[in-house]
Structure formats: C-alpha cells, structure tokens
C-alpha cells in the first residue's frame, strides 16, 4: 500500500526543468522568437519602423487582426470553420451604424445591440451546421453569401458616416505616444477566451466535444448545444472586429472587409492556426492565436514599409499559412518521438 | 515461394531510453503455425514492425531460407514473401471485396483499362474458402466488421507469401467464425507456408499452434518451444514470470427484491424487440452474444443514444424515459463505458486529467463558477490510484498510454460519475492479462459496492467468472436467461446451446 502512494506522488507535479523544456518546445515560444527576429529586420531595413507612428499604426493592425482570428479561433475548436465572419463583422458594424444614424439610439445601445445580432446570425450558422449534420464549411458558405447579400440589400449599399466622434476619438487615442487603445477590447477579449477554456465548464466541454464529438456525447455533455454556442460566440467577436473597423474608419461600411468580407478569411485563419490550433478540433491557443496575428501584422506592415508591392504582401501570407501548416506537422512528429 | 523457414537471429532495437528488444530470436519453419505470446509493452509490436519492414533491426539480422535480407520498406517485405494481417483494418471502404483482395495484384498495370468480371473471378475462391458469404462486387463497408477481417486475411492469403503473419485476428470474430479461420490456416499451413499466430487469447493459440515464442520485457522467455505438453498455466508464467491467479465465480448475496433497471416489452428503432431484462443493485447481468447480435445498440437505446420504439424503463422500480446520455448520467444515475475506447470511450489527443474528469465537470465547479484543475483532481485522483494507472503525469495526452492504462482511465472516469448502474461493453478487449485481472476484481469490487452492473462480452471466461445471471441475445432478441454455477465447460454449452437454437429458429422462418 504504501509503495503505490510512494508511486503516484509524481502525478501531474512536474519538476523545474520539465516545465521550462515544454514552453521551449511550445508554439507560443516558436512565434515569440519568429516575432522578434522579424522586427530586428525590419528596423535596420526600414528606420520608421520603431518610429512612435508606426508602432500605433503596428497596434491598430494587431488589435484587428487578433479580433478577426479569435472569431474563427472559437469555430476551429469544433472541428469546423466559419467563413462567414467577414460577412458577420459587416452586417453588424452596419447595424451599429443604422441604429445610430437611422434610429438614434445612443452609440453605447447601438454596439450592444449589434454585437446580438452578430451573436444570433452565428446562431443561424451554428443551428443549421447542427440540424443538417453538413460540414460548417458548406453552411457558412452559403450564409456568407446570404448575410452579406440580406446586408446590400437592406441598407441598398449605402454607408453611414454620420458616426458620433467617440470611435473615430477611440481609434485615435494612445498610451505613451505609441500604443493604440484599440489594443484594449483586443486584450479583454483575450482574457475572457483564456478564462473560458481554462477555467470554465463550458469552455472545457467545448474543447472535448471538438476533440471527439462521440465520446463527449456518451460521457453526458450536449453536443449539439455546445457546437451552436461556439458559433454564437464567433458571429459575436466578428461583430466587435467589425465594430473596431467602424471605429477605425469612422463609418460603416459595406465593402470595408471587400465583398462577402473575404478580406477577412486569410487573416482569421493565420492568426489560430500559426498559434497552434488543430483544424480537426479540440485545441486552441488563445495567446498562440494573439501572437500569431501579431506576426502577420508585423510581417505585412514591415514588408510595406520596406516598400514590396501589396500584391507581394498577400503572396507572402499565404504562403507563411502553408508555411505554418508544414510546420505543425513536422513538430508533432519531433515531439511524439 | 513456399518451403522457406522465416529466421529472426539476436535481433535488438533501442529507442530513445529504452532497449525495446533485446537479443530476439524466433525461427518460423515451413507448414508450422507458430504462436508469438507476450504481454503489452513485451516488444511483440516492435518485433512485427521488424519483421514486416517497418522498423530496421539495430543489431541481428532476418533469414529468409538461410539467405540474409535487408527490409528497407514494408515494400520489401512484402517482396520477400511476407505478408501480414494487421491488427487496425486496412481496407478501402468504397472498394467491392474483390478489389480490396486483389490491390497488390493491380498496382503495376496503371494504365491498363481494368477488368472488373476477371477480378471479381480472381477473388471468388477466397471468398468461398473463408465463408465471406457476399458478392464479391459488394462493397466492403457493407460488410459486417467480421466479415471485414475475413476480407483483410484473404487479400493477405491471396499473396502466395512463404510468411503469414496474423496479428490478433480472431478479436473481432464469433466463435463460428474463428472455427472457418482456423480451417483455412490449417490449410495454408499444410501447403508449406510459415504462419505466425499473434494473440492474447491463450485458448486459440492452444488449439491452432505447432511451437510458441514467448517475449517478456523485450527479451525471449523461450524461442521455438514445441507446443506439446504447455499447459495455459505454463504459458501464463512465461508471459508474466509468474502464475495467473484466476478467482472463479463464486455466488454472492444479492437483494432481488428490488430491480435497479428493468426492461419491460422494450423495443428500439435499432431492431430490439420484446426484450425483458432486469438488474439489482450489487448483481452483474451478463449480456452474452455475437458480434452484431444487438448488445451494443441495446446498451445505446437504453443511455437515449438510439430511438427507442416502445416499452418500458423502470428505474427502482419508476418508469423514466432517457432523451440523451446527459439525462442517462445526471439524472437517471446510468453509464455506458463503451466497448470502442478510441472514438467512443476516450478523447485520446486530451489530457489524463480531461478524460478521467469529464463526468464530473458539473460538480467540479466552486463557488465562483470557476472549473480548476485541482477541483477535478480532487474528484478522480482516487480512482486513477485505486486502479493503479501508469502515467508520468495527469497532463500525460492519453493517447500515448499502453491499451491497458487507457481501459483503466475509462473506468475511473465512470467511477467518478457516482452511477448507480453501469453497463460495461467490452471491458478488456486487446488488454494485456494484468490489467485484465485488476479490471476483473474492479468489476466485482463495484457490484459488492452496491452498483448494477450490465456486463456486455464476448469473451466466455469473462463471462462466467463475473456474471451472476446470464442473459443470451441472438439477433435483436433475448433468447435466453441463465444462472451461473460458476462450471465453465457446462455454462459455455448451455449458452452455445441458447445461440444455436436460435440461429436454427432463424433458419427455420
């Protein structure tokens, strides 16, 4: 008897060294260290690149970038995808703006307000994925096309501009002449993702019904519900991606993520999957996702300020997806040996 | 290609930290059947990925016919007359089962238009030989997962190997089944071919094997002994340098009065019909019956998985009706600890932690709506100790444990869920005989606890050793209900017998 609980003292209580060798061998600290050398390049190429102004301009592009991975970061745990979350972030940054415009509901009503019927177009997005057993990728094509057809239709193609100057003063305002307040609701949001699967049942069930929806279902939790509230969680932070956009143009609208809001879909799955997330479900990184937006922003910024054409800059992010996507496969293989 | 002998001289493979074979030797002659025996984590896997060309040996070489060979692929393997039955199906789902047969034969005419009719007459004799009883145009995920593994030995067979090497293959089949499998490789084997017998089921190697092999912490416990006067007793203690404590059944006090789970007239959409079965707490209902009679789906109608199509469920007595697992666990207090560990029991990419923990999430949760890590700990760690599961750490992915210490995680996991009663399907299918035995006195200790327990296996020994009633299903329907005396050889032909007369039945209408 007591050989065994000599035995199990070593359950789960890992040593020093063991858990310095798991963060060296962790994505988070591959994309830490991929980040740094690329801004060490960029400022002895480019000299504005550490300057104040495109450091703000830096966190703008980070702050946005990271919203729209996290929107898919939270389908890609189910094992599925949303394509539509350009055309949700739209819809909703258009809501916001008629509300505001049309109705003259105050600005701080109007985002709530948005941000459910972001929530409830992933809703339709999570019900139907789950009613019709389809793929997501199937169903979210669709609907991107019908969300984003229902939003030119409603609001004839026409913008708001007519916006109140909080956002414009929002996406304006900086701390220590650098960093961009936009960075704010990006990092609350952070923290609340980390929160969820860390330390929530929800989010833990998430996880395991991504991972395999089978054997969740036997061990008592709900699938399907949990499938359809990934999606309105999704629908939900592409509507504070595209309300951040709003504020960053100071009005909105409807071509601002391109038509369908393709413009959107290279960003929203470089981010998680550069940060580790497995396209089969049942494992993100939230700060793995932070830092892989962050590396993209950095890497598209520099490349322009370096003055490479922006057709080069879209040729060089997809291959850095296809890059990612090669090297997760060639880690798991030097870390299963 | 036949007459050569197959020889395995002082082979030895490292990984990183461990010596997975150490000076191996095994010599397979020409019309034998030789068993290879060994316990999970014995090196027996690393020793037929050596032989089939997966791995390189680190030291020793292979013989085939006396001639040295060099496998640099599992290519060349097969090249050199070695052809294998593995233990995971390898066939093509959309395929017929001529096509599965006959791939190795196809793959060097590329271009070549094929001859669908030629093919389908190439394979027609191995289907006949092994009884596969379909059309060869039929297409294999149509097949039932017995009739899957008959494919995958015939497409093997049909290669004219000098070796045959078959890796638990009777796992998925009835006893019916594995009788016409045996015919066959008496038959391969009297044409000259050296077969190799991988098995845990220690009955079958006796009754099919010429000589034995028996590995034991990588390293040979004997090389090439006849089978001849090796008793299961002198098997067992080679493979686990000790002798097997098997505890027979003894009957034990149970209160009838009330029934912890009765089935009334139940019938499901999966084809269950009329069955009436009932369990008391502290009893193990045996559930015993063929592959694809029915016993998995009823365990799923009963957890709300599967439709159920009339009828009752009373539970103490109450009659409740189940819509999902969810309701099956929380409210009903019923488990199903699945026979299909990989998809259904376990989330093998998580942590040991995450699976032993996910039904008692719920309760995990502290007042400030938080589920942390050591809340859950608390609540399995116990059971992951009393089972004595082998783990460096509960972070450990559960994926990379041995068969045996995953099944144990599975049980913990329900353990934890406070069921009143657990339907246990196939609890010890693949696992070595030390984890086996733990699970065995696991099952018992719960059912002295109080739990009921529904015991669905295949496996006859299990049965008798645990169950104190024995239900019988045949095709959808209970034909039968005994109890035990704890006699093998008479509780196996009584419950043969109940099978048999239904089979006749079916026949009959």
């Known amino acids: 008897m007591f050989a065994t609980s000599e035995k199990y003292r070593e359950f789960g209580r890992e040593g020093a060294t063991d858990w310095l060798k798991r963060i060296a061998l962790s994505n988070e600290f591959g994309l830490f260290a991929l980040i740094v050398v690329a801004v060490l390049v960029f400022s002895s190429l480019a000299s504005g690149f550490l300057s104040n102004f495109n450091l703000y301009l830096l966190g703008r592009i980070i702050a946005v970038n990271t919203m729209i991975g996290f929107s898919m970061m939270v389908v890609l745990v189910t094992g599925g995808l949303n394509l539509a979350v350009g055309a949700i972030g739209v819809c909703v940054a258009m809501t916001c703006g008629w509300l505001i415009e049309d109705i003259g509901l105050p600005w701080y009503i109007a985002i709530a307000l948005a941000i459910v019927v972001g929530a409830g177009l992933g809703a339709i997005n999570g019900l139907l994925v789950v009613w019709s057993g389809l793929h997501s990728f199937i169903i979210t094509l669709a609907t991107m096309s019908i969300f984003f057809g229902g939003m030119i239709f409603l609001t004839r193609a026409e913008s708001f501009r007519e916006m109140p100057g909080v956002f414009t003063d929002f996406s304006r305002l900086k701390f220590f002449g650098s960093v961009s307040a936009m960075l704010i609701p990006t990092c609350i949001v952070a923290v609340l993702l980390g929160i969820l699967y860390r330390l929530t049942r929800t989010g833990k069930e998430m996880l395991a019904a991504g991972a395999q929806p089978a054997a969740a279902e036997q061990s008592g939790l709900r699938v399907k519900k949990l499938f359809v509230l990934c999606h309105v969680l999704s629908g939900a932070v592409a509507g504070c991606a595209g309300l951040m956009l709003l504020a960053r143009n100071g009005a909105a609208i409807p071509a601002m993520a391109g038509n369908l809001g393709q413009d959107w879909l290279l960003i929203a799955f470089l981010g998680p999957v550069l940060g580790g997330a497995v396209l089969l479900g049942g494992y993100v990184s939230v700060l793995g996702a932070f830092l892989g937006a962050t590396l993209v922003s950095v890497l598209s910024n520099g490349l322009l300020l370096i003055q490479v054409g922006e057709f080069w800059v879209q040729a060089c992010l997809g291959l850095m997806l296809l890059l990612a996507v090669v090297l997760d496969k060639v880690r798991r293989l030097f870390v299963e040996n | ?509």
């Open chain 2, 1 to 509: 290609m036949a007459d050569l002998s197959f020889e395995v001289q002082a082979v030895s493979k490292y990984f990183p930290g461990v010596k997975a074979l150490d000076s191996v030797s095994i010599t397979l002659e020409p019309g034998k059947t030789h068993a290879l025996l060994g316990e999970n984590g014995a090196g027996k896997s690393t020793l037929i990925k050596i032989i089939t060309g997966v791995y390189a040996p680190d030291e020793g070489a292979l013989h085939v016919g006396r001639a040295p060979v060099r496998f640099a692929s599992p290519r060349d393997a097969i090249m050199a007359g070695v052809a294998v039955v593995h233990q995971e199906r390898n066939l093509i789902p959309r395929f017929s089962i001529a096509e599965n047969i006959m791939l190795e034969h196809l793959s060097d005419q590329v271009l070549r238009p094929l001859n669908f009719a030629a093919i389908n007459e190439a394979a027609r004799p191995w289907i006949e030989k092994l009884g596969i009883n379909a059309d060869p145009s039929t297409p294999v995920m149509e097949l039932s997962v017995a009739q899957m593994q008959m494919v995958e030995i015939a497409k093997a067979l049909s290669l004219q190997s000098s070796v045959l090497l078959l890796d638990e293959p009777t796992a998925a089949l009835t006893p019916h089944e594995t009788v016409a499998l045996f015919n066959v490789l008496r038959d391969v084997r009297d044409k000259g071919v050296c077969v190799l017998f991988v098995s845990h089921k220690l009955e079958e190697v006796q009754e099919i094997c010429d000589s034995v092999t028996v590995l034991r912490d990588g390293q040979n416990a004997c090389e090439n002994l006849s089978m001849n006067g090796l008793t299961r007793q002198d098997l067992v203690r080679m493979m686990i340098g000790r002798t097997e404590l098997i505890a027979g059944y003894r009957p034990r006090d149970i209160d009838r009065r009330e029934n912890a789970l009765e089935l009334l007239d139940f019938s499901s959409s999966a084809g269950h019909h009329g069955i009436n079965l009932a369990v008391a707490s502290g009893e193990i209902l045996g559930l015993y019956g063929l592959v694809g009679s029915g016993r998995s789906e009823l365990a799923k109608a009963i957890i709300g998985l599967l439709p159920t199509d009339g009828g009752d469920i009373r539970r103490d007595g109450q009659r409740v009706t189940i819509a999902s697992p969810a309701e099956a666990i929380h409210k009903e207090r019923i488990g199903y600890v699945s026979e299909d560990r990989k998809h259904e029991g376990l989330i093998l990419q998580h942590s040991v932690l995450d699976n032993a923990g996910i039904t008692v999430w719920r309760r995990a949760v502290n007042r400030f709506g938080f589920l942390t890590q050591n809340s859950v700990r608390r609540l399995v760690e116990p059971y992951l100790k009393k089972l004595q599961v082998k783990t460096p750490s509960l972070r450990q992915t559960i994926g990379k444990l041995s068969g045996g210490n995953q099944q144990k995680v599975a049980f913990a996991k329900w353990m934890a869920a406070n069921c009143d009663v657990l339907i246990i399907d196939e609890p010890t299918v693949g696992i070595d005989i030390k984890s086996k035995t733990d699970l065995h006195d696991l099952i018992r200790d719960l059912a002295s606890s109080g739990t009921a327990i529904i015991l669905i296996t295949s496996d006859m020994p299990e049965m008798i050793q645990l169950a104190d009633r024995i239900a019988v299903m045949t095709d959808f329907v209970v034909s039968g209900e005994l109890g035990n005396d704890g006699d093998y050889s008479s509780m196996s032909k009584q419950i043969i017998d109940l099978i048999h007369i239904e089979e006749t039945r079916l026949v009959g209408e």
